[in-house]
């Protein structure tokens, strides 16, 4: 019998495929853009790094032409600051209504003329050099400084001692050779500069007057053809007046005489003009005569004394005046004219010649023609009956230089007076009207008035020179005063004092006794013209606001330090006096006195 099972049947399993239990699929994009993903981040990072790299550079770039531009802009600037302000002045004549004055024509300008600054006509280079000389010679460069033994030396403007290489030994000991000198600085580099602008002022084409030759006579050659006719432009001329001052604030042998070289070679250019005193205007004139005593000055203090007096000589035979003969000449057959015929400029530059000449004659023992001269000095210096109440700042200061002018005549000739007779009884009168006046013009002219505080006025340079010197005049005369109140003190009278040996004291103390009073009040009088000298050097030097030295042990005070020779000269003969009356009254009363005259 069959079964009734049901039939099995049996199937082979499908074969499934083999997969990896954990498998992370590499990505979800297709393979061709997964290559290309992976070359934008590399492109990305390199143009990240090299976008990082160029801001860098715009940066330092921007900053660069930041700190230049602002540096350009200030050096620019300081430069327009100085062509419009520092060298603002005028120089040259001036037709205005100070013309007459003549004060431009007394101020070194530096080539602008009446508009002041720099020429044009110079180019840019040239324009810029002078005004970098300007400040070199304004300012300084720092507290560097170079220092030469001898006033000899080959190093210093080398064309110069090859073309004048004979310079005679007994000239070199008589100004001083062999003595180390500190030369600033600045103004060598500012005799640098000036070379610069009239190397380039030559290259522009302008005229300057020809160089001399180093075999000429000594003293004025202007007679000669050779020099007559030899015009220069008026900026080279002014370019050669710059070099020249500037050598002369050097200051050492080779400059000065270098310096006397170039006014010459001024002169020669002027000379034609010069030789005619009706054919120029007061202003060409008076320029002449006072390069005329620039250059006599000059000579003199590089020793050639002889020589000095010819160009003094030259310069006041355009008035009138034979320093030979000391008395007044005669020129086209008329008297020579007086202070009420002069000019203004040519009245001061006259003055000043005679200053300059006398001090010389007095210097050489030639007493008796300095006092000549300066008393003829002294009738040019007379003023008017009446001066105008208002007047113009130019006519204020012409007015004030006279005075001062006639204060420093009236010191020379007071201490001429006194080297000629020690009695003489005008010396101290003629120091005491000395001393009047040279206070009159301290008080009128320190402080500064505002008129000549504006340096696009030629009048301010003049005014600062007038005050530095009337400071220097004032602290002398003081000095020379209280010299001569000390000397008329009978040196037994200072000497006997209160404490003096008994045996001696019995003597003297009849005699004494009437010496002492007048002898102590002269002292303290000397007393008080020698603490005014040392004041206004102290102010003419600028320590007026001066720190205090160190104090020392027994002092009650720190010693107040001053500054120049000119201060410890006066100081020192403050402190002679101030022993003589210690001496005279005993240390204790005469402690006493000194602080009461203080006080005053």
């Not at 720099?118 to 070199?136: E, M, N, Q, V």
């Not at 006794?513 to 600028?542: H, V």
Request: one cysteine or more; hydrophobic letters at 40%; a positive charge.
């Amino acid at each position: 019998m069959r079964s009734s099972r049901p039939l099995v049947l049996l199937r082979r399993p499908q074969t499934l495929p083999l997969r990896p239990l954990l498998r992370r699929p590499l990505s979800s994009v297709p393979p061709t853009r997964n290559i290309n993903h992976r070359t934008n981040e590399y492109t990305d990072s390199t143009i990240y790094a090299f976008s990082y790299l160029s801001r860098t550079i715009k940066y330092v770039l921007i900053s660069l032409v930041g700190i230049g531009a602002t540096g350009l802009i200030g050096f620019e600037g300081l430069h327009f600051w100085v062509e419009k302000v520092g060298m603002g002045a005028p120089s040259r004549e001036d037709s205005g209504i100070d013309g007459v004055w003549g004060w431009d024509g007394e101020h070194q300008g530096w080539t602008g003329g009446p508009k002041g600054g720099t020429d044009p006509r110079l180019g840019f280079k040239a324009r810029h050099a002078l005004r970098a000389a300007w400040i070199s010679q304004e300012w300084g460069a720092g507290s560097s400084a170079s220092i030469e033994k001898g006033m000899h030396t080959s190093a210093f403007h080398p064309d110069y001692v090859a073309a004048r290489s004979i310079i005679t030994r007994t000239q070199a000991d008589q100004a001083g050779g062999g003595v180390r000198k500190r030369v600033d600085r600045g103004y060598e580099i500012a005799d640098e500069y000036v070379d610069l602008a009239i190397k380039e002022a030559k290259k522009k084409g302008l005229v300057f007057p020809p160089e001399l030759s180093g075999a000429r006579a000594s003293g004025p050659t202007f007679d000669n053809d050779g020099y007559k006719g030899l015009h220069g432009d008026p900026a080279a001329m002014d370019l050669l007046l710059l070099k020249a001052g500037v050598l002369e604030r050097i200051n050492t042998f080779d400059s000065l005489a270098h310096a006397k070289d170039v006014y010459e070679q001024v002169l020669s250019s002027l000379s034609s003009s010069a030789l005619a005193p009706g054919s120029v205007s007061p202003g060409g004139q008076a320029k002449v005569m006072r390069l005329a005593s620039k250059v006599g000055d000059l000579c003199a203090r590089t020793g050639s004394r002889d020589e000095a007096t010819k160009w003094w000589s030259w310069g006041l035979g355009h008035v009138g005046i034979d320093v030979q003969r000391k008395v007044v000449g005669q020129v086209e057959g008329k008297p020579a004219a007086g202070v009420k015929d002069l000019p203004p400029p040519v009245l001061r530059a006259t003055i000043a010649l005679i200053t300059s000449a006398s001090a010389q004659l007095a210097t050489t023992s030639s007493l008796q023609a300095a006092s000549e001269l300066q008393a003829l000095g002294l009738t040019y210096l007379t003023p008017p009956p009446l001066i105008p109440a208002n007047q113009t700042p130019a006519a204020e200061l012409h007015w004030t230089w006279l005075t001062q002018r006639s204060s420093l005549l009236k010191l020379h000739l007071s201490s001429v007076l006194y080297a000629l007779q020690k009695t003489n009884p005008r010396s101290l009168p003629l120091l005491a009207e000395a001393k009047e006046e040279a206070e009159e013009v301290i008080a009128d002219i320190n402080p500064m008035p505002k008129e000549y505080l504006d340096k696009s006025k030629a009048t301010t340079p003049a005014a600062k020179l007038l005050a530095r010197d009337a400071l220097l005049t004032g602290a002398e005369i003081a000095f020379t005063r209280g010299l001569l109140l000390e000397r008329t003190v009978s040196p037994a009278a200072s000497t006997s004092s209160s404490w003096s040996i008994p045996f001696f004291s019995s003597l003297t103390t009849s005699s004494a006794s009437k010496l002492r009073p007048t002898t102590l009040t002269t002292l303290q009088a000397a007393q008080k013209e020698f603490q005014r000298a040392t004041a206004l050097s102290l102010l003419e030097s600028g320590a007026d606001k001066r720190k205090k030295g160190p104090k020392e042990e027994g002092q009650e005070e720190a010693v107040v330090v001053g500054r120049g020779e000119e201060w410890a000269k006066y100081n020192r003969s403050l402190e002679r006096v101030n022993g003589k009356i210690d001496e005279l009254l005993g240390v204790g009363q005469g402690a006493e006195v000194k602080e009461e005259v203080q006080k005053v």
